[in-house]
């Protein structure tokens, strides 16, 4: 089975090559933008790669070369940064995915599955869970939610006009893993960020908002079940999350710190103020996306895909919190160490101009 997976050195996809390399008579190919070197090791020396930008012109027909031939593709490339440029991120984000949708088609290959997320939701409830029917119409306020939205409507396109192609759309919480510390340190936190309190396993305060109510699945899991649903004949729209829910609470109480309750407006307006002043790298988008996206049900997964979470969410959480503080990485270029990586000369984290990452 020939399996090209768009994406493949980031945070999912390199869980996803250490998951599919187990299989037996499974041929991965591997494109992105940025290839591992050749001495990147394990699991990158398992893959046949491929360099594309898929956002670039001409992006579909090259794909569509590489395509052909496979049993399925897996879109995993999402950019995060630079921020300050939305125009950059949607060319990546949604021009990349319609360029993957049509050399898919192109190609003739029989399955799609495709990396969505939580952020593809409409605003939703934060005190029960809902199912893969919640609108899918994206949290107003949030470019990555809108893209998200956009790209799932492409998708929607795509199987109304092809019905014989498979598509699965796989809706994960936040995806952590020690190896993607560094990673997320730098998109998300920026250089000016404490991580060596980490290494302490502390947090002193955390900001309280009866809203901020997340949830959490560790990349492993996540990448079993991509596995799961390239390797069987599943279709359809798929929420993934661990137990427990993530309050501020709860991150509280086991990482030895105090909440400290912040209004909404005040959250906003902090992100917004330090993002424009470059503090850090995150716009308030992100602020309304955790304030809104729904907790959900993954009761369609563990009953059609038959998978279920290993790894508990807080565990997922110590997981990647040890890897900012001792700067888990790979030798994947968007996972790659930054110089002044903590335990380096300087202990931050430097901000790459930009990059491809999916913390969803």
């Not at 939580?118 to 029917?133: F, I, L, M, N, Q």
């Not at 893209?147 to 492409?154: H, P, S, T, Y």
């Not at 980490?198 to 947090?203: A, E, N």
């Not at 959490?216 to 999350?241: E, K, P, Q």
């Amino acid at each position: 089975m020939r399996i090209v997976v768009v994406g493949a050195s980031g945070n999912a996809g390199t869980a996803l090559v250490r998951r599919l390399r187990r299989e037996r008579d499974v041929e991965l190919v591997g494109v992105a933008r940025r290839l591992p070197g050749p001495d990147a090791g394990e699991p990158y020396d398992a893959v046949r790669w491929h360099s594309c930008d898929v956002g670039a012109p001409g992006a579909a027909e090259k794909l569509a070369t590489i395509f052909a031939g496979a049993d399925a593709v897996v879109h995993l490339a999402w950019q995060i940064q630079p921020s300050h440029d939305q125009r950059v991120l949607r060319r990546t984000n949604v021009g990349g995915s319609r360029a993957v949708v049509d050399a898919v088609l192109r190609a003739k290959v029989p399955a799609l599955v495709y990396a969505s997320s939580v952020g593809v939701y409409a605003p939703g409830p934060k005190d029960h869970p809902v199912s893969e029917r919640w609108p899918a119409t994206g949290v107003h306020g949030s470019s990555y939610s809108r893209d998200k939205a956009d790209v799932e409507a492409l998708l929607d396109d795509a199987e109304r006009a092809h019905p014989g192609l498979r598509v699965v759309r796989l809706r994960p919480g936040l995806n952590f893993q020690r190896d993607a510390g560094t990673e997320i340190t730098r998109y998300f936190l920026g250089p000016l960020a404490p991580v060596r309190l980490l290494r302490y396993g502390r947090i002193p305060l955390v900001p309280a908002h009866r809203r901020l109510r997340m949830q959490a699945v560790h990349t492993d899991d996540v990448a079993d079940a991509y596995a799961r649903a390239v390797l069987g004949d599943a279709r359809g729209a798929f929420n993934l999350a661990a137990d427990p829910v993530l309050t501020p609470e709860l991150v509280a109480r086991h990482f030895h710190g105090w909440t400290v309750p912040v209004a909404a407006p005040v959250l906003r307006g902090a992100a917004a103020l330090t993002w424009r002043a470059r503090l850090q790298p995150i716009d308030a988008g992100w602020v309304e996306l955790a304030l809104n996206a729904p907790l959900m049900s993954s009761e369609r997964a563990e009953a059609e895909l038959g998978w279920r979470p290993r790894v508990d969410a807080l565990t997922a959480l110590r997981d990647l919190f040890a890897g900012m503080a001792h700067g888990g990485h790979t030798h994947s270029p968007p996972l790659s160490a930054a110089p002044g990586l903590p335990g380096r000369p300087g202990g931050l984290v430097r901000a790459r101009p930009a990059g491809h990452g999916n913390p969803y």
